[in-house]
Structures are given as C-alpha cells and as structure tokens.
C-alpha cells in the first residue's frame, strides 16, 4: 500500500461503493432517508480525557462477524484490565426507513460491512489482543503494522465528532462526502456554528430536497 494518507483507500473507495448501491436501490424502492447525520449512525463523541496517543484502526473480520467481534474484545479488554488502551469498538451502523405497502418500517444496516473500527493505543499487548480475537483476520495497514486513520479519514467516516472550522455562509454550494446522500450538491440555507449542523437544499430525481447536514458530512465548493 501507499503511505499513510492512503493505507484506507480500497476500504474507503470499497465500503462507500456499498454503500452508494445500497441507497440507490432503497430510494428507488421507495426508501427514504431517516436522518443524513449522525443520529442514524454509531458516532460516539470525542473523549478530550483520553490519552492524545490513542488512534482509530481499521480491523477486517468475517463477514457477518462484525458485532461478535466487537462483543469479544470489549469482553477481553475488560477481563484483563486493558480499557486504557483499547478505548472504544463500534460497528458503524445507519438507520433507513422504507416503504412497503404504505408502511414504513426502520432497518438498520453496518456502513461497513466486514470491518469494525477500534480506537486503541498499539503496543505489544493491545495489538496481540485484538489480532488474536476470534473473528478478526487483521488490521488495514501494511502486513503486521496496523496503520492509523487520518483526522480526515475520520472526518469523512463520520465515526467520531471533530470540531471543524468550517467558513461556510448561507447561500455557498456544499459537496455532501459521506452519508445517504454523497455526492450530491446543494446550496446552505441556514448554518448553526454552535451545533456544527448546516441545512442545504438538494436536487434529488428533479425535486429540491431540504436536508440537515453535520460539517463533517460536506466539503465547500
């Protein structure tokens, strides 16, 4: 793989690929979005106590194996004493209504299928615990050494809440980066700084559609 910047590349480009199809094929059975943040997804909020050491990996499992996996390392980090160096395990997970017969049901689906995210602190000990859980088959990196995400990369997963400095005005064109509605474009109609949120109207099938964005979710064009 390529330096660091790009060690989550396929992962990225393969999961999001999933997760374009997966939205297509809701939407055009007459699916709709429940939420584009974070209250449809697994998105714990920054911990300022934890040790500034600690990164976000990317741990590949079976598939279908993904909470199991989860489940068992919290298990043995918690047996062995370990919770100041594996900090948190998420299944990043969003939340869908779909309608059928006139009537809407919620589903929930993994973002990511096949992979669980850890924020943990790698030594000797941490990375044996995890490599070594049954279910997991490794880390993202380069062989033996897992390779952290980027503070990008953790932006645009929305797996975690990063304060963003975003100059950003009503009436500037966004680029939605992740979520059910990457890669559209839409114009801000309103921006709240304190909850990092903006509203913005979408061109969706030939139809203007109000959604509400976190800063994490879009980039300034």
Sequence with gaps: ??????????????????????????????????????AGKTNPLLDDEADDR?????????SGHENKVKVNIEKIVENRGMQDL???IIVPTEDRVEIKNGQRKVKTRKMFPGYVLVKMIVTNESWYLVRNTQGVTGFVGHGSEPIPLTRDEVRRMGIEKIYIDLDIDVGDT???????????????????????????????????????????QVDKI
């Design 1 to 38: 793989m390529g330096g660091k910047g790009e060690m989550t590349k396929d992962f990225i480009g393969e999961a999001y690929t999933d997760m374009d199809a997966a939205s297509e094929t809701a939407l055009s059975a007459g699916g709709e979005v429940l939420s584009a943040g974070a």
């Design 54 to 62: 600690a990164k976000w990996y990317v741990v590949h499992t079976y």
């Design 86 to 88: 594996v900090l948190k």
């Design 174 to 216: 966004v680029k939605v980066i992740n979520g059910p509605f990457e890669s559209f474009m839409g114009a801000v109609e309103e921006v709240n700084m304190e909850r990092q949120t903006l509203k913005a109207r979408i061109s969706m099938f030939g139809r203007d559609t109000p959604v509400e964005l976190e800063f994490g």
